[in-house]
């Protein structure tokens, strides 16, 4: 008995009788209904969702963003019902609840009343985060709670992107405001930067016309020191000869009358008279020069009062102008501060430099504004100070030639006092023409004397605002100099504060890209979504329906199998004890439900391939792994039924079990248990699996052609256990193994 005739010999003994055909028929159709039915049912879920019963609940109460009323969960809402993702219905709370209680809805989108408000918060100081309530019931399907939660998600996602679109714009045009108003804040610093290097080099010519006045207020001041005293001594001197010129008038003229005491009064008269003669040679040569000084010093005093004035006049605009810089300055520090600041586009390092000129500018504008006050008060002190100068020089310069002119008088009147007691002692009588000739002489001495002392009166009395108008002026003259110093090396430091502001604050706005508004609504859709996920898909499942279709063409090659075991003999134990060729009447029990596993792998493609339309990359391959695990598969549940019998074929159902989850047909392998996923790669349905995606869909063949010889291995080997089991039965059989049984 060849192989062929044992295989031919089963198939007949399969279809003998019509209840053996019905159940060959049966049992072949097994595999193909299960695979075929599951993945028919589970061909393409994904795309008849929008059969799932939804509900959409809109509290949101809206809220106000830039003035305008907005309403997210309106639009949410709309964008979802007008998507179709789902079978959403609006409805209210309480109808959304109850529904998913009872199974109308599967599942229920919230959109709480202060949704929008969290949103807009975002662009506020106190941001909250918005949120969307999921209520579901896994009562009415597990996955369909899954596949909500995704549908939440992409909700989020989509108002994520939207409400960042709008803040990466306003933040966009944020930029482009402070973009050009730092560019008016360059040609601001500019300007101030240009008026300070003006104001600067004025202020240093000021400093120096200053430093000289304060050195000629000195010397003036120094020269008036004295000049109370003095004249306090001539006035002094002045009164004293006034009084005797008085006395002297008065004694000439009683002398007139009382001529006999003449020799005596005489001898005294004229020593007294060239005492007098003597004294009044003397103060008419310390006096001659008097009144050319005094005019001089009145022309200078003039010169410097006319001077200070006009100095007053012109810096008057200069300092106002100074005044109000500096009194602008702080403003614009603390305007430009917050722009530094907040400048997205500055490192540390810049804005600390940028900040330490801008507090170096107010530093300045509040030495510059406190130099420019100084300046005013010591010009108005210098002001008043010259003209009181002015004043007395002036008062001097009228007063000295009466002074001379009187001592002159004085003089002439002591040589002809002189003259007529000389004579009056010399000529006794004469005594009456001397005398009378000498009272006219005391008279016009007197008188003379009586100028003087006015003269003299009027000089002490102007020499002490003189002396005090020169030290103020000279007091003015030093703060003037010490103002006009400051204010130098404020506007010094201004000009280099607002020179280095002018360079950063155009380094920071040259950092600000310059942008349209179609650039900015280009920019604000980058930046609310950054990441677009592409796909190049190596090798890829048509639907759903083909990501599991290696799994369960798998497992109905295994049930095909199994089932076919129930009717099947594993060996023909009549030829084990007639042929007693092992190797033939194994082959011939395994080549019988391999050629039906066959017919039942290609029509089984046939229903994948065209009936359910599932794509398949290399059909050839497809079929040729199907068959190959097929007949692996007969190869080990006969091995098992030869070994052990009707415990074989259990143990056949265990080991489908046992793969069914250790195939890694629906979650990737890793995820298994420890020891499960050990006996991944231990059975062989593992290899099937991976063997049927790589032709399926378009994989790595090499890897293919791998799985292909691990199961190879695994069907010799179990041949070969199958063989070594029959060999064993040829040589020893008992009555027992010669009884007929339905599965061996």
Known sequence: MTTTSLVRAELARLTATPLARLAFIALMVVPLLYGGAYLWANRDPYAKLDQVPAAIVDQDAGATLNGDHVDYGKDVTKEAIDGADFKWTKTSAADARSGVRNGTYDFVVTIPHDFSESLVSAQSDDPKRAKLVMTTADTNSYLASTIAEQAGKTMRTAVAERVGKQAAKTLLVGLADVRDSLGDAVDGAGQLASGAADAANGATTLADGTGKLSSGAAQLAAGTKDLPAQTTKLNDGAQKVASGA????????SAKQQTASLPAQTAQLNEGAQRLQSGLHDARDQTASLPAQSQKLADGAAAVAAGNKTLAD??????????QLAEDSPALVVTLKPVVQQSTLLDDDQKTALLASLDTLGSSSTALGAGATALSDSLGQLQSGSAQVSAGASQLATEAPKLTSGIQQLSDGSDALAAGTGKLAAKAPELTSGIATAADGASQLASGSSQVAAGTSQLAAAAPSLSSGASQLATGAASADDGAKSLA????????GSSELADKLDEGRTKIPASTASQRNDQASVISDPVKVGTDDVASASNYGAGLAPFFISLAAWIGMYALFLILKPISKRAITAVRKPLQVVLGG???PVLLGVVQMVALF?????????NVVHAGATIGIMVLASATFAAIIMALN????SVGQFLGLVLMLVQLVTAGGTFPW?????????????????YSVDAIRQTMYGGNLGTAWSDAGVLACWLLGSLLVAFVVTARQTRSRTL?????????
Request: proline share 7%; no cysteine.
């Open 736 to 744: 027992r193994d010669l009884r007929p049984s339905l599965i061996g």
């Open 606 to 614: 046939f229903i994948v391939r065209f009936a359910l339309d599932l």
């Open 489 to 496: 090396s404020g506007l010094t430091k201004l000009q280099s």
């Open 590 to 592: 395994w080549l019988t």
């Open 314 to 323: 012109e810096s008057a605009p200069f300092i106002a102008g100074v005044q």
């Open 642 to 645: 030869v070994l052990l019998g």
């Open 670 to 686: 890793q995820t298994l248990p420890g020891p499960l996923a050990a006996l991944h790669f231990a059975l062989p349905m593992t």
């Open 246 to 253: 008085a006395s002297l008038s008065s004694g000439l003229q």
